[in-house]
């Protein structure tokens, strides 16, 4: 038969019979069909088409089924029925209709750069389109998963992959990545994707006049669990793949804590009743943090400064114009209330209520109530029964003016709580450097680190 063969297709259900389209021809129909269990050259059906067959595709419902594109229609045949379509749709996406064997009433077709999807329940329009760059080349859907769509478009070093899935009534269209072993810069030929492996494509390209063949993994989501025995199980396509905890960590499971997050509708409500929502755990201490101060920002907005400014903000403000108070004093106050320091008195007293007797007394000492932070440790010194605390509180009181750099650095090697030991080396640091390591001692909060830097900075760079 002396005419150019556009497409060659068997059918899913019937593998005997093999579908030809060819390109225009007076005299023969351009729809050829041959059953390959008979004893004969000749095809056995000849479809009522003389225009040229532009792609073909059987249906995967039913073995006598095929649609037919032609120049400016796409047409449904049943060999049944005679070789007469039974159905026509005049339409431009008449190239490469190809359907998916996983979903077998979706399909696809092309048009310079776009994709028709079509449902084939109701095919009189396509119920979405996917538009390319560049002209496209080439459509395929994956032979073992569905909702997957390969496209090829001209002079590309890539084959997308979108995956196709129906949310609440409407057609979602993701792209895949994937993996690729070879120079982005030369441009695929052709591409088919493998015949069982669903993550995997085959791709043809030109290197210096050789045709080479890739293999490209396509990249996928594998839905995750957690057995009743603290076994994690992974879904690979049709596997699943089971690793075994060697260690349980005592904390509660991240999902678990989302979700008894969401009950309490954590996040929606104020940043006050979120922090309250928070344990005082090492992990949820910074978030926790978070909320408060948003909560104190919100409480204490102030008109020279942007709203939930940070340190660094407040700090980098320029003074507004005309403005005859000392700025960095404004600036140094509004950080002190931000991290709770401005009423120092108030908070060191409710910290003392709360036993944590080394920063109420810290705090304190940075604000000059030498006389306060001598009484709080006096107070611990009886409630806890420490000698450290009374060692301390003698050393402060009979060395008001300070001790030598020498004599410091013996007292500080025998102190082990990081507050005390900022408080004694703010007591004998005249020039408020010479300890920096102490003040910036990450087990001190960042909030009193911040003040404690307010505190010991001079006035010109605040």
Known sequence: MAKKCNQIEWSPKNQSYLGLGFEQNDNCSSVCIWDL??????????????????????????????????????????????GDPIESLKTDYIYGFCIDPKGIFKAASFYQNQIALWDLRDYKEPVDFIEESRPIKSIQFCPSRTNRLAVLTENSPNVNVFRLEEREDKLIKEKIQYYKYYKSSFVINSFSWHSKDSNRL????????????????????????????????????????????????????????????????YGIKSFKENANLLSDNKSELEIKFL????????????????????????????????????????????IFKLCGW?????????????????????IAMFNNGFERAIEILKNASKQTNSNEYLALTLSLMINRKGLSNKESVRV????????????FAYQNDSDYNYYYSIYNDQSIKLQDRVCMAMSILSNEVK
């Open 342 to 362: 401005f009423n120092w008195s108030e908070t060191v007293t409710k910290l003392e209520s709360q036993g944590e007797y080394e920063r109420a007394a810290c």
């Open 202 to 265: 085959m791709a043809t390209f030109t290197d210096l006049n050789t045709l080479k063949l890739v293999d490209l993994v396509v990249a996928d989501y594998s839905p995750i669990g957690i057995s009743f025995n603290e076994n994690l199980n992974i879904a690979l396509n049709d596997k699943v793949c089971t690793v075994q905890s060697q260690e349980i960590d005592d904390e509660i499971d991240i999902g678990e804590k989302m979700r008894q997050r969401a009950k309490n509708s």
């Open 412 to 423: 500080l090697d025998k102190i082990s709580n990081p507050y005390l030991k900022a408080l």
């Open 291 to 334: 909320w408060k101060w948003l909560e104190i920002s919100k409480a204490n907005e102030h008109t020279y400064f942007e709203k939930f400014s940070g340190v660094k903000s407040i700090l980098a403000t320029q003074p507004p114009e005309n403005l005859t108070d000392d700025f960095n004093k404004i600036k140094r106050e509004y």
């Open 37 to 82: 269990s008979q004893p004969n050259n000749n095809p056995s059906r000849q479809l009522n088409e003389t225009g040229s067959c532009l792609s073909l595709a059987w249906s995967y419902e039913t073995s006598d089924c095929l649609f037919a594109s032609f120049e400016n229609r796409l047409s449904l045949f049943d060999l049944r029925a005679g």
